[in-house]
């Protein structure tokens, strides 16, 4: 029996000390707290943090990124639990593994586990699986030292490896552990993304994973990773490591509008003075924020957010100069970041909608973003332009006739009584099981539909769930500022 066995009614021993990290206590403490010192920081939110996406990797790679992570939460917030949740590296099962027989051992000292939620987790069959998958596992322990170090009111574990790779299995083991997905307990997601591309491709296909995740949206996560598992680097041989692990967080948050996700961090192996460049891992940061509650739920978007008219005939020269230069020269336009307005660089979400002759020639956007608006627009103007697979790359010949639509976004919202659709100022968005989509505001009237209308047709020509989908699905309604470019 090895040095690193595992009893009934024992502790989790470190696997991973000496390898990893720092065997030593006292060696381990001040890396940690360098990383915690020298990483990038961004402001710490109003609202509070629900969960961070964090890698796994030694501490000389990842370890800044991991504690940029960590850093967004004040260190004197109280959590009951942290939920410590990573994919299996070492053997697939066909569900989750709590560990239940003891608490993590690290070198900075015991992190104590919550057995009584442990063990009620197993009592469900998904959750039965042996803590075996626990022994060699270094997803999980590697977090460890991150929670030890920065928190005051260190609090109690919950340590879940994932051994499934089945999608509707993720979603009830999503269900499972919703009740516990509350402001008091943070979860954490142990992962790496992008396995062995080069250095280039790992930039681009690490941003378009984190760009499906902050979406909020889990089959554009999972849309995402099967593009992404196209890309031309045979090296590359997965975008997301522990990809069960995000979708699982992505279904936690699903439909709760009064949560947002917004990236942090991002580096790769690469970006290391120990790391080559042919083939490397990825390392983003990511978190789950509580959005600051509006006293007045009536509130409208227009009153929270204005653009003055040259600022909207700026962002519409934006999408036009954009497509036109990609058109023409093959690339994007380069912006000048510092001589944008202020509102340009707010995390908005933006659909691009183009049209020629009043008819709809591309339509693509985001509802949710933690990248700045002008990006959005930017890629959105791509998007609707060359990717909306409803119609043929857009041609020169057409890009003369076409006129630009911008619909800046505000947060989405559950209903649960179709009344509090007001047509005009709201998009709904409509989900059934795996099937969903949306028509934004100007739709209805546009169309002059009825509230029952605008619910038929999104559900049927958007959402594919038939004309009265709608009545046992999800709805969300959204609002929407129109910027409608002048007559050229």
Excluded at 5 to 27: K, L, M, N
Excluded at 127 to 139: C, L
Excluded at 196 to 209: C, F, G, I, L, N
Excluded at 377 to 384: D, G, N, T
């Amino acid at each position: 029996m090895d040095s690193f066995s595992q009893q009934r009614s024992s502790d989790r021993q470190p696997v991973a000390a000496g390898r990893f990290y720092s065997a030593s206590g006292e060696t381990l403490g001040k890396d940690v707290a360098e990383l915690f010192e020298t990483c990038v920081k961004i402001p710490v939110p109003d609202g509070k943090v629900r969960a961070i996406i964090s890698p796994h990797a030694g501490y000389v790679y990842s370890g800044k990124v991991a504690a940029s992570a960590f850093s967004v939460i004040g260190r004197n917030t109280n959590y009951k639990n942290i939920f410590l949740i990573g994919s299996s590296h070492v053997m697939a099962f066909a569900g989750a593994s709590p560990y239940n027989t003891g608490d993590f051992i690290t070198p900075l000292g015991r992190a104590v586990v919550n057995r009584e939620i442990a063990n009620k987790l197993r009592e469900n069959k998904l959750f039965s699986f042996p803590v075996d998958a626990h022994k060699q596992e270094h997803s999980l322990e590697v977090q460890v030292p991150f929670i030890q170090y920065w928190f005051s009111n260190e609090p109690e574990l919950v340590p879940i490896i994932l051994g499934t790779n089945k999608t509707e299995d993720i979603r009830k083991i999503a269900a499972i552990l919703r009740p516990w997905f509350t402001p008091d307990n943070l979860f954490v997601i142990s992962s790496d993304f992008s396995h062995y591309p080069k250095y280039e491709t790992a930039y681009t296909v690490d941003r378009s994973t984190a760009d499906a995740i902050v979406t909020g949206d889990p089959e554009k996560f999972l849309t995402t990773l099967r593009k992404n598992s196209q890309t031309d680097d045979p090296g590359l041989v997965t975008s997301m490591c522990g990809w069960t692990s995000g979708l699982l967080l992505l279904y936690l948050a699903e439909g709760n509008s009064n949560l947002q996700f917004r990236k942090i961090d991002y580096c790769n192996s690469g970006d290391s003075k120990f790391g080559d460049r042919e083939g490397v891992v990825g390392y983003n940061a990511i978190g789950l924020f509580e959005k600051p509650i509006s006293s007045n739920n009536k509130e409208s978007l227009s009153d929270e957010i204005s653009f003055t008219d040259k600022e909207k005939a700026g962002l519409i020269s934006l999408a036009r100069d954009n497509i036109k230069s990609l058109l023409y020269e093959g690339k994007r336009i380069t912006v000048d970041k510092e001589k944008l307005p202020e509102i340009f660089h707010k995390p908005l979400g933006a659909f691009v909608t183009l049209k020629i002759n009043g008819n709809l020639r591309g339509c693509i956007g985001r509802f949710v973003s933690s990248d700045p608006l002008y990006e959005v627009v930017l890629e959105s103007s791509q998007s609707s332009a060359f990717d909306d697979p409803r119609f043929s790359r857009l041609t020169r010949d057409e890009f003369t006739k076409t006129d630009l639509e911008i619909t800046v976004l505000g947060p989405m919202r559950k209903i649960n009584n179709i009344n509090e659709i007001e047509l005009g100022r709201h998009g709904i968005y409509i989900k059934k099981d795996y099937q969903s989509g949306t028509m934004l505001p100007q739709v209805a009237t546009e169309n002059k539909w009825t509230v029952e209308q605008f619910l038929g047709y999104t559900s049927r020509d958007k959402a594919g769930i038939g004309w009265d989908g709608w009545k046992n699905a999800d709805i969300f309604i959204y609002e929407g500022i129109v910027i409608e470019e002048e007559e050229k």
